[in-house]
């Protein structure tokens, strides 16, 4: 679905940003006025920052299919699912009402399918059963955009084969795991006739035939031949193109990344400006820092705390015990690099 470009100007010499192409789950734009590297942070906040909706704990009550419980796990938690308004749901670590989840910080989803017949019975995304308590009507909805409206599939069964299991969505960042990411991919490209010199295409024979011009060769002017190098120029105009995966139209997409990026300024502001009695308020109050996925400390410090600590333990001491002990015992070199075989 193509729509006749539109400008949003916020001053005259501030940014502009001019749509060309909307679709239900692709956006082209383009963004001017800018420097480098305010379009890059929005391409990386947009990828790794915006908040959406999926499955994060799985209880197998059973499953007699030939798939491994931590497979079929591994794909719920990868179907996109709605998260409209998002904004609804609490991340986990930031809930009052519970330790685990609870219906204002996640979303209940069951599953229960068995095969009685003798043919192969398919078990899709749009058997997932979603809990009516839940923030929002639409947050937590399997994505289901195929013409038969089947969704993805999750498995296979055959005759008397069964899964039953209930699914828990939260609220998380692709920075902590791909499931949570809104796009499938968000690109940016600038100076299409390589006027700014800012890369060296390798060629062999002619580059203008092995590197053929992008489509947006045909919006800006060629160097013309003999034109001096303008050695203080710098990109100014950025073409953008954005693909959702379908938990989020892709305008919201774009919105919330500017509202992370907002978020995320504000906090440094906020740092370098605190105990400043001069700020006359710039950040009308607020304290917190971009939004984080559930258990994950983004400000510094978390799971790892001190040196090369990590999850099992620090250099000296594993979580398991110490030395060479783990959760099967001791090592074959034991402890102190001694060989537990010997």
């Known amino acids: 679905m193509d729509y006749e470009p539109m400008v949003l100007d916020s001053e005259a010499t501030g940014p502009s940003v001019k749509i060309t192409e909307a679709g239900m789950n692709k956006v082209d734009f383009t963004l001017e006025n800018v420097d480098l590297a305010f379009a890059n942070s929005l391409r990386r906040v947009?990828?790794?920052?915006?908040?959406?909706?999926?499955?994060?704990?799985?209880?197998?009550?059973?499953?007699?299919?030939?798939?491994?419980?931590?497979?079929?796990?591994?794909?719920?938690?990868?179907?996109?699912?709605?998260?409209?308004?998002?904004?609804?749901?609490?991340?986990?670590?930031?809930?009052?009402?519970?330790?685990?989840?609870?219906?204002?910080?996640?979303?209940?989803?069951?599953?229960?399918?068995?095969?009685?017949?003798?043919?192969?019975?398919?078990?899709?995304?749009?058997?997932?059963?979603?809990?009516?308590?839940?923030?929002?009507?639409?947050?937590?909805?399997?994505?289901?955009?195929?013409?038969?409206?089947?969704?993805?599939?999750?498995?296979?069964?055959?005759?008397?084969?069964?899964?039953?299991?209930?699914?828990?969505?939260?609220?998380?960042?692709?920075?902590?795991?791909?499931?949570?990411?809104?796009?499938?991919?968000?690109?940016?490209?600038?100076?299409?006739?390589?006027?700014?010199?800012?890369?060296?295409?390798?060629?062999?024979?002619?580059?203008?035939?092995?590197?053929?011009?992008?489509?947006?060769?045909?919006?800006?002017e060629p160097a013309q031949e003999g034109e001096p190098f303008d050695y203080d120029a710098v990109?100014?105009?950025?073409y953008f193109e954005v693909e959702s995966i379908g938990n989020l139209e892709p305008d919201a997409v774009i919105q919330q990344g500017i509202k992370v990026l907002q978020q995320k300024l504000a906090a440094v502001i906020q740092d370098l400006t605190e105990g400043d009695s001069n700020t006359n308020g710039m950040n009308d109050g607020y304290t917190g820092g971009a939004p984080r996925s559930p258990d994950v400390n983004m400000n510094g410090g978390g799971w790892q705390d001190q040196g090369y600590t990590t999850p099992f333990g620090n250099g000296n001491q594993s979580a398991w015990g110490a030395g060479g002990t783990t959760p099967y015992g001791a090592t074959p070199y034991g402890q102190n690099g001694s060989n537990g075989w010997s």
């Open 46 to 220: 947009v990828l790794a920052e915006v908040p959406t909706m999926a499955i994060d704990l799985v209880e197998v009550e059973a499953n007699t299919s030939v798939l491994a419980d931590e497979f079929i796990s591994h794909r719920l938690g990868l179907i996109p699912l709605n998260s409209k308004n998002v904004d609804d749901v609490a991340y986990s670590r930031e809930c009052d009402n519970c330790d685990n989840y609870c219906e204002q910080c996640s979303v209940t989803l069951t599953l229960h399918a068995r095969c009685t017949g003798d043919e192969i019975m398919r078990v899709y995304a749009r058997d997932l059963v979603v809990d009516n308590a839940r923030p929002n009507q639409w947050v937590g909805n399997p994505v289901i955009t195929d013409p038969e409206g089947l969704g993805t599939v999750i498995c296979k069964l055959r005759k008397g084969q069964e899964l039953r299991m209930k699914c828990i969505a939260k609220k998380g960042i692709a920075k902590e795991h791909a499931k949570w990411a809104p796009v499938a991919a968000v690109a940016f490209e600038y100076d299409p006739h390589n006027k700014l010199r800012h890369m060296d295409l390798w060629y062999e024979e002619d580059p203008a035939k092995e590197w053929p011009k992008s489509k947006y060769a045909d919006w800006e």
């Open 235 to 238: 990109p100014e105009k950025f």
